[in-house]
């Protein structure tokens, strides 16, 4: 019923600190907590679960492909999750959000669509096509 990446990782391996650029993709394992800003698109690597923590004062600009990811900063970009995302209250999101399940406090913004990706989509999804 679980699968390998249903748990949100719980440490923190890697830290883009206040005030640090970095300009360019970055991909990761285990857990990434940014503070400061990344001009690029961020993924995990391999099957094991991720988790993307972004801080009230972190800006992204770029393609988030993680399997939980926590917002309280800025995205500009889509977001793209297996498992769960967090959008804390001071969230900005300019893009779309995929996610399996998703929380969302209030004053936090989306300006693009929520998009579901569970299970049960999955199932409408393959009787339309079956009917067809």
Do not use: C, W
């Amino acid at each position: 019923m679980f699968k390998r990446n249903s748990t949100p990782k719980s440490r923190i391996d890697t830290l883009v600190g206040a005030g640090t650029t970095i300009t360019g993709d970055v991909m990761f394992s285990g857990g990434l907590r940014v503070d400061g800003e990344i001009r690029g698109n961020i993924r995990m690597v391999g099957e094991q679960g991720s988790t993307l923590v972004v801080s009230e004062h972190a800006r992204i600009e770029g393609e988030i492909v993680v399997s939980h990811v926590v917002i309280n900063g800025t995205v500009l970009g889509p977001v793209v999750s297996s498992g769960f995302v967090e959008l804390q209250a001071k969230a900005r999101v300019t893009g779309d959000v995929e996610y399996n399940s998703i929380e969302i406090h209030l004053g936090a913004l989306v300006e693009g669509k929520l998009v579901h990706t569970g299970q049960a989509a999955r199932s409408v999804e393959l009787k339309l096509a079956s009917s067809n």
